[in-house]
């Protein structure tokens, strides 16, 4: 069984950082991705990046790249999302899921599976 899990959510002031962490278990391989998403109140999910975790070959979408980092560490299966310069419009519960679907550099991609899992989501909150 798939589960991931995501940590690291809180609040945060305006222009700060946050270290987002996403467990994942229940593979046999390392051959898997791992996308980052985030949904804000009233809005549509939106995907920020993509890793896949046997190449280390990482996308991002066009409205985080440069703030956002993602990185994956196959010896611990899990994921990070550093987010930096963190602005109002951030403030989000954040997922993390074994799907990608994110727009970033004109082109829009898209990874899915049979079956996509997702953790529960960590609350970000950009206030001052």
């Known amino acids: 069984q798939v589960q991931l899990v995501e940590s690291g959510g809180g609040l945060v002031q305006p222009g700060g950082s946050l270290r987002l962490s996403c467990a994942v278990s229940?593979?046999?391989?390392?051959?898997?991705?791992i996308g980052w998403f985030r949904q804000a109140p009233g809005m549509a999910r939106e995907g920020l990046s993509c890793?896949?975790?046997?190449?280390?070959?990482?996308w991002y979408a066009d409205t985080v790249k440069g703030r956002f980092t993602t990185s994956g560490d196959n010896a611990k299966n899990t994921v990070y999302l550093e987010m930096n310069s963190l602005n109002l419009e951030d403030t989000a519960v954040y997922y993390c899921?074994?799907?990608?679907?994110?727009?970033?550099?004109?082109?829009?991609?898209?990874?899915?599976?049979?079956?996509?899992?997702w953790g529960q989501g960590t609350q970000v909150t950009v206030s001052s």
């Open positions: 890793i896949t975790m046997k190449e280390n070959v990482i």
């Open positions: 899921a074994t799907k990608c679907d994110l727009y970033g550099g004109g082109f829009h991609y898209e990874k899915t599976h049979s079956t996509d899992y």
């Open positions: 229940g593979f046999t391989s390392d051959n898997y991705d």
